[in-house]
């Protein structure tokens, strides 16, 4: 079982693919709440060189609220986070955590149907993002 969605974008900038990425996000309930700038921090902190590299972190509020009153620990695993990376033949990898993947871990029947609500909005996000190409 992967543990992870994506989708391949050739003919979209990375800049374009976190703002699409972020639009789809919004159209299925999430926020962005933290943008980590992967490549600029490994620059800044080890004056290591690497490919540009964002992770977005997503909540969604309402199926927040839901995992944590079933599991309050659940928040180990928030938030959501959606990377976007552009390799070197310029194509943009837009890519989500598998709900269900991360879920494996915890045994809490509660929450298998959440896992599995979030794992089709995450799903139709990455589904969403490629489309936009098309």
Not at 31 to 47: A, F
Not at 99 to 124: D, F, G, I
């Amino acid at each position: 079982m992967s543990y992870y969605f994506s989708t391949i974008l050739k003919n979209t900038s990375y800049e374009q693919a976190i703002e699409l990425a972020t639009r789809e996000l919004q159209k299925e309930g999430f926020g962005v709440l933290t943008q980590i700038n992967v490549k600029e921090t490994l620059k800044n902190k080890i004056d290591a060189d690497f490919r540009p590299y964002i992770i977005l972190g997503a909540c969604n509020p309402h199926f927040a609220h839901k995992a944590l009153l079933a599991e309050d620990k659940l928040g180990v695993f928030l938030p959501c986070n959606v990377v976007v990376e552009q390799h070197d033949d310029g194509s943009v990898e837009v890519s989500t955590v598998d709900p269900h993947a991360m879920m494996a871990s915890v045994t809490n029947p509660q929450l298998e149907k959440l896992a599995e609500e979030v794992r089709q909005k995450v799903q139709r996000v990455i589904e969403g993002v490629g489309a936009e190409e098309k």
